[in-house]
């Protein structure tokens, strides 16, 4: 008892009892069960929320990946949504393929990885079923024209309208969001892609009628064809969009082909803070170079984002 007391391993309770003190790092402990408590859920206002409802904590797969693997290793994730094991996998440094049968999913991959390891990231992997060429995307279209869709918003960076797979879209396809004006709410680009044939001047009469009911600011048509001469006239019509923040001026309606996509080119908008997804947090390991594999093909109507506001 002296030699407790002097190495301070007692403790005294109210009456004067002794108790002996234990610390955990002396203790051999218990293996980790089944049953893990010890992790926050992702619920609203978590700082890596992104909006999937499937989203699992990066701690836990942290700790699965951790456990059952070395830096080196392949981490394989068939069905990974939002990415969440993929992104632990690179923040690990391991290398990783990730499948998914949507293009919904492999956009808000792409957007997720950048947004933790910042645009070099892209340099690091390797996306394959997307389309490549006007062939590819054409055969796309006519498989599957809401994928087709999918695909052509995630080129501009823009989210698929939660209701445009039910059919009632409302001339809506996708929408991307930004803020130009301090203090300011955010304003929005409301996107229409047109995979067929037949794409004509009515259509732009559509968006900008879509424009004036939503309040929003600039409009987009995403078509397979080239405009029409008429169509290019209606657009210009529409006037432009003057940013408050910095007087430039972006034409109000606008028209890409996917041509023009696959070659670059981008919509025009203020783009002093894009707020279309909400963004991952930063990481703080050291970025690590891996093999990617996200693969997309078909629809699944589960597992969508929800909208980010």
Not at 123 to 136: A, F, L, N, Q
Not at 227 to 237: G, I, R, Y
Not at 255 to 274: F, H, M, S
């Amino acid at each position: 008892m002296r030699e407790f007391a002097a190495e301070g391993r007692l403790r005294h309770t109210f009456d004067g009892t002794p108790e002996y003190k234990r610390y955990l790092d002396e203790m051999p402990g218990v293996p980790l069960q089944d049953i893990w408590t010890d992790l926050t859920p992702i619920v609203a206002g978590t700082a890596e929320r992104l909006g999937y409802p499937t989203q699992k904590p990066e701690a836990l797969l942290e700790r699965i990946v951790t456990a059952s693997s070395n830096e080196g290793d392949v981490v394989l994730d068939p069905f990974c949504g939002c990415g969440t094991a993929i992104a632990v996998a690179q923040k690990l440094k391991r290398r990783w393929i990730g499948i998914d049968i949507t293009h919904l999913a492999v956009n808000l991959i792409k957007n997720r990885l950048r947004d933790h390891f910042g645009e070099e990231v892209g340099k690091s992997y390797e996306i394959i079923g997307e389309p490549v060429s006007v062939t590819d995307a054409a055969a796309l279209a006519k498989q599957d024209p809401f994928q087709f869709q999918s695909w052509a918003l995630g080129l501009v960076g823009a989210r698929v309208a939660t209701s445009a797979k039910k059919g009632a879209d409302k001339g809506i396809d996708g929408r991307l969001y930004f803020h130009d004006e301090k203090g300011g709410k955010s304003k929005q680009v409301i996107l229409s892609v047109k995979a067929g044939e037949n794409v004509n001047v009515a259509h732009i009469r559509d968006l900008r009628g879509v424009l004036d009911r939503e309040k929003a600011d600039i409009g987009v048509l995403i078509s397979m064809e080239k405009p029409s001469k008429p169509m290019v006239k209606e657009a210009a019509d529409a006037g432009s969009y003057k940013s408050p923040f910095t007087e430039q001026r972006f034409p109000r309606i606008q028209i890409l082909t996917v041509k023009q996509l696959l070659e670059g080119n981008q919509i025009a908008y203020p783009r002093l803070l894009d707020v279309t997804y909400k963004k991952a947090p930063k990481t703080r390991e050291k970025q690590a170079v891996n093999m990617a594999l996200p693969l997309g093909s078909t629809q699944a109507d589960e597992d969508e984002p929800e909208e980010p506001f």
